[in-house]
């Protein structure tokens, strides 16, 4: 999801409710403590210099059960963000804390709610490193004529 477009997603909501991978609801009385641009500069495995920028929500929850977040209030933030760090239309990164550390998720909209998304690794330069992007079909074998086949033995083809 874009900056644009949880932005126009709040603004035709009168709650917020984020949803967590598992099915469990983050608590209401959530807090986003940061929203920001985050730049990451690297190399990957085949020797590409690589740029990735995203837009950073990081959700909290405090013991301040009464607090709720109003999607005013949120779209305030955000616009103030876009403001003062230059924002574009980026993709939106959630951070969220998990039961060692903070997880990463990307974010969806589905009936009026925000769903977090799982994340995975991946290697950017599967063709630099031998790596097929889609696996070679197996070849496919009529099981009639397996019988056949002669199978181990010197003139076999299972060898």
Excluded at 32 to 43: D, L, N, R, S, Y
Excluded at 61 to 81: G, Q, V, W
Excluded at 105 to 115: C, R
Excluded at 125 to 135: R, S, T, V
Aim: glycine fraction near 6%.
């Amino acid at each position: 999801m874009t900056l644009s477009e949880i932005k126009k997603h709040l603004k035709n909501l009168d709650t917020i409710a984020f949803i967590l991978p598992d099915g469990s609801l983050v608590p209401n009385h959530f807090h986003v403590t940061e929203v920001g641009k985050t730049t990451k500069h690297f190399i990957d495995c085949g020797g590409t210099i690589r740029q990735e920028k995203k837009v950073n929500f990081q959700l909290w929850n405090a013991n301040d059960y009464d607090h709720r977040l109003h999607p005013e209030k949120l779209i305030h933030i955000i616009e103030l963000s876009e403001d003062i760090f230059n924002l574009k239309d980026l993709e939106i990164e959630v951070e969220y804390q998990g039961e060692q550390s903070i997880q990463k998720f990307g974010l969806d909209f589905k009936d009026g709610q925000f769903l977090l998304t799982s994340t995975q690794t991946n290697c950017l330069a599967k063709d630099k490193c031998g790596i097929p992007e889609k696996q070679l079909p197996k070849p496919k074998v009529k099981l009639a004529d397996l019988n056949n086949e002669p199978c181990c033995s010197p003139d076999g083809n299972c060898c």
